[in-house]
């Protein structure tokens, strides 16, 4: 299955009781605006899950480790989503929170999923509607296919240094280690490269061609992705998909679990190595 979605494509699927759509609006300066954008307007049918509680565990490595397999495919089951059905995911920035929905469904044996290309916006711009109803579906059962694979610890990252080609997603002024908002150091794990997510999308805020993103990731090394939280990175993985190449590898813990040791960090635009 193709991992994105156009809007035409889901705006003629609005009826289709197999379809589940899922907001994950969610902004790191603001964790209750997501939920308050929700409320007030979203596609019909969504149903709404936070990165926050939903997308996120309590216990593990860095701000928003992965949930247990078995809790999360709960929380699917009681908001009315089965292993019988499509899960359509949408935000407002790109798919760059989708995203984390993605993997994680994908990673626990479920390949209906898509993300919306170009998420609430590009549905806003196309004109279709809206609503402030909150769906109420059956309770259905999602039995997962294992649990989250394709991810390193901290320990792992640092024997992988200089053997991968690792990508940090978040934004060139946090690699450059010139701001940090919300984790304890600032800079960047030595040798990785910045490839901050929006540098994915087009200005219209739908993903690049496939064969843009390919010139802009394709490597003989394995790659590793990471960002602040394990989240926005997995738009890194997303646009790999998209462009036909190999699924990286997630950091789970990202920034915010590397920074919280005493581990090597470089900062400014050049990569560093590995010490």
């Known amino acids: 299955m193709r991992p994105l979605i156009s809007v035409p494509d889901l ?21 209750g605006q997501g939920r308050r954008e929700y409320d007030a307007a979203h596609i019909p049918g969504a149903i709404y899950l936070d990165v926050e509680t939903e997308l996120s565990g309590r216990d593990g490595p860095g701000r928003h480790p ?12 009681e908001v009315g989503i089965g292993n019988q059905h499509h899960v359509v995911a949408y935000d407002s920035v790109g798919g760059a929170v989708a995203a984390r929905l993605w993997w994680m469904l994908r990673h626990l044996g479920h390949g209906s999923v898509q993300v919306l290309d170009g ?18 579906f ?22 992988l240094l200089g053997k991968v080609r690792l990508i940090d997603a978040r934004a060139g002024e946090r690699y450059r280690g010139e701001i940090e908002p919300v984790d304890p150091k600032a800079g960047h794990i030595p040798t990785a490269v910045s ?15 496939e064969t843009l993103l390919r010139k802009r990731y394709e490597t003989t090394k394995p790659v590793v992705a990471h960002c602040g939280s394990g989240v926005n990175a997995c738009h890194t993985l997303l646009a790999h998909v998209v462009a036909g190449l190999p699924e990286p590898l997630l950091y789970e813990g990202s920034w915010s679990d590397w920074s919280s040791a005493d581990r090597p960090i470089a900062v400014g635009p050049d990569p560093g190595v590995a010490l």
């Open 66 to 77: 992965l949930p247990d397999p078995a809790t999360f495919a709960g929380q699917l089951g």
């Open 119 to 136: 998420g609430w916006p590009s549905w806003l711009n196309a004109g279709h509607p809206t609503t402030s109803l909150v769906p109420e």
């Open 11 to 31: 705006a003629n699927r609005l009826e289709d009781p197999s379809v589940r759509i899922v907001d994950t609006r969610w902004y790191l300066s603001d964790l």
């Open 195 to 209: 490839h901050p997510y929006d540098t994915n999308l087009a200005a219209d805020g739908t993903f690049l061609d």
């Open 138 to 159: 059956p309770l259905a059962v999602f039995v997962p296919d294992g649990g989250f694979s394709g991810t390193v610890s901290a320990d792992q990252m640092a024997g």
